[in-house]
């Protein structure tokens, strides 16, 4: 009786995580030798299948304590499946006003995680070319360690469908 509980808690927990996922893409891209050159852009594809909702474009990045920016900017590049594309820059905020890390370090890993964009609205569904560029004034920008996208559906939802 008791095994029957458990798997039917285990059960409810695994539906209701399944039920309330917000997350529509999440990977990472990981960087050789730390270093992320100017001309190599990071490209994700990522597959729109609903354009009835919103979503919170983010953006995490992965360094080591060592890195030299206070702020890290990005170049965002999106491809829609027609061939439009929309541009756009993101800056990192690495360090505060006191030199001090900002996000989340364990050891020699930090990590941040920011909007690029809430609320953000794909025109059409299909296969989206997401092409991300470091946008700083190095040839080679040291200390990352990876660069990730993550699409969530937005907390509010504008249904832009007639009723």
């Excluded at 539906?15 to 309330?20: Q, R, T, V």
């Excluded at 360690?145 to 509010?156: A, E, P, Q, T, V």
Aim: proline content about 4%; overall charge negative.
């Amino acid at each position: 009786m008791k095994k029957l509980r458990i798997s039917i808690m285990l059960f409810i927990i695994l539906l209701m995580g399944a039920c309330s996922s917000k997350t529509v893409f999440d990977e990472r891209f990981q960087f050789t030798d730390y270093k992320w050159n100017h001309f190599k852009p990071i490209v994700f594809t990522v597959n729109i299948t609903d354009i009835n909702i919103c979503y919170d474009l983010l953006l995490t990045l992965r360094y080591i304590p060592q890195i030299p920016y206070e702020k890290f900017p990005v170049l965002i590049q999106i491809k829609d499946p027609s061939g439009g594309e929309r541009t756009f820059t993101h800056t990192f905020k690495i360090k505060d006003p006191d030199g001090n890390l900002i996000g989340e370090g364990l050891g020699d890993l930090w990590d941040l995680e920011d909007k690029a964009k809430e609320y953000f609205f794909f025109n059409e569904t299909g296969k989206y070319e997401f092409k991300i560029s470091q946008y700083t004034q190095y040839y080679d920008a040291v200390c990352i360690m990876d660069l990730g996208l993550k699409i969530n559906k937005s907390k509010i939802d504008y249904n832009i469908e007639s009723e």
